[in-house]
């Protein structure tokens, strides 16, 4: 019986070409993934891509290894070397510049770095490493701390004693020194993978929103129901079908996207602190669970707007009242709460599901019992619970529909 409902879902016109489509998107969103990766060649010219990636590995990998403070002091002499000629100082002579740059690409993250943690908090001053020592550039990580501290002495933003506290606590247990690698093919995966998910999630709340209104639509609905299992194995194959079609159509497609990405950008680097791409992060992750983390956010995101998009189709009878709820939950709400101040609300909505790469970078904190918590850690599980709850809903709210 799920087979039966897979194919009527699939033998459908509209939803076929919702398939071809989210293919579209795929390939589109993986290009422009692929081209976020940067190249500068000897003579200062730029390219991008897979080519791009391929030259800057090989830049990148002759520096693998822990960024030690012999290893800092080593990029700050390396990079002064490069720097101090009269033409590359010269503002007016950017092709110099351009090929000076070039020398310096393996280093770049490392400089960038450096940069960072001699930067104000809330700025980045990408000339601070000039006008620091050798020793001053082998204390990043010491920076680091001290410089969140002073932040949350100055009081520009409030946090209470708990959550200064964890945070403190949660930059002095980081591991360091870091571990460095080319790794821009997980970086820029990362950074388009909340758009690519939100796509997949409307398309795919597209794809189940039908599952149980169309019975009603095509007027077979007392057909189905009259049957020996219309109410009762009929509709556990209809939820059945509905969440094979979330959870299949979520893990290929991602599956082939991040496939596509790291094929073509290269997968090294899945090891790598996430701080080299989200220096202020929290986390203790790498990029591969960083990856994970954001890939398990989006299937709970995509699987409760599914199931409100079902349990719409089977109250309302409408597949088009149906298709309008993930796109209300994923897309309106987040609009509607820049428009209508929702104190601490925002954080909590499900489509911050769906973009756990900020939450990773740029963490909002709770208190719940005196322990304190990243928002991105509660809404997971509690949305998971949720979606768990509403299938059984569904199941009642179908059984008890009328036939007209």
């Known amino acids: 019986m799920v087979r039966f409902e897979l194919k009527k879902v699939f033998s459908r016109f509209k939803n076929k070409m919702a398939v071809v489509i989210l293919c579209v998107l795929m390939i589109v969103v993986s290009l422009l993934t692929m081209n976020r990766v940067y190249y500068t060649d000897e003579n200062g010219n730029h390219t991008s891509g897979m080519q791009a990636a391929k030259s800057l590995r090989e830049e990148k990998n002759q520096w693998r290894g822990y960024v030690t403070d012999k290893v800092l002091k080593k990029v ?6 490069i720097y101090q000629t009269k033409e590359v100082l010269s503002e007016e002579n950017t092709k110099e510049q351009d090929k000076a740059y070039a020398k310096t690409q393996g280093i770049s993250s490392i400089v960038e770095m450096i940069n960072t943690a001699f930067s104000p908090w809330r700025d980045y001053d990408g000339f601070a490493i000039d006008r620091i020592s050798p020793e001053e550039a082998a204390r990043v990580y010491e920076r680091r701390i ?3 501290k002073e932040w949350l002495d100055s009081g520009e933003e409030y946090f209470p004693e708990g959550q200064k506290e964890f945070l403190i606590r949660q930059y002095e247990t980081l591991e360091t020194p870091f571990y460095y690698e080319y790794y821009e ?47 009762n194995r009929a509709i556990v194959s209809k939820i059945k079908a509905g969440f094979f079609i979330v959870t299949g159509f979520y893990v ?8 596509i990405v790291l094929f ?9 602190p996430i701080q080299w791409d989200m220096w202020r992060s929290v986390y203790h992750v790498t990029f591969f669970e960083g990856y994970l983390f954001i890939v398990a956010g989006g299937y709970v995101g995509t699987l409760f707007a599914s199931a409100l998009a079902m349990i719409v189709s089977a109250a309302v009878h409408s597949t088009a009242a149906a298709v309008i709820m993930p796109f209300m939950v994923l897309c309106a709400f987040p609009f509607l709460s820049r428009i209508i101040t ?9 489509d911050q599901l769906l973009d756990i790469y900020n939450s990773l970078k740029e963490s909002v904190l709770v208190e ?5 918590m990243d928002t991105a850690g509660v809404i997971l599980p509690v949305y998971l619970f949720a979606s768990g709850v ?3 809903v569904l199941y009642l709210i179908y059984k008890r529909a009328e036939v007209k």
């Open 76 to 81: 700050l002499k390396e990079r002064e070397e």
């Open 146 to 148: 001290s410089n969140l």
């Open 185 to 231: 093919g997980w970086s820029a995966l990362l950074q388009n993978i909340s758009t690519f998910l939100l796509m997949l999630a409307l398309i795919i709340g597209f794809l189940v929103s039908g599952i149980f209104s169309d019975e009603f639509v095509t007027k077979a609905d007392s057909i189905f129901f009259s049957t020996k299992a219309g109410r």
């Open 252 to 259: 290929v497609f991602v599956m082939l996207y991040t496939f």
């Open 264 to 272: 073509a950008l290269g997968m090294e680097g899945a090891g790598c």
């Open 342 to 350: 929702l104190p601490g609300m925002c954080s909590f909505f499900p």
């Open 368 to 372: 719940i019992g005196g322990k304190v």
């Open 390 to 392: 509403l299938f059984p």
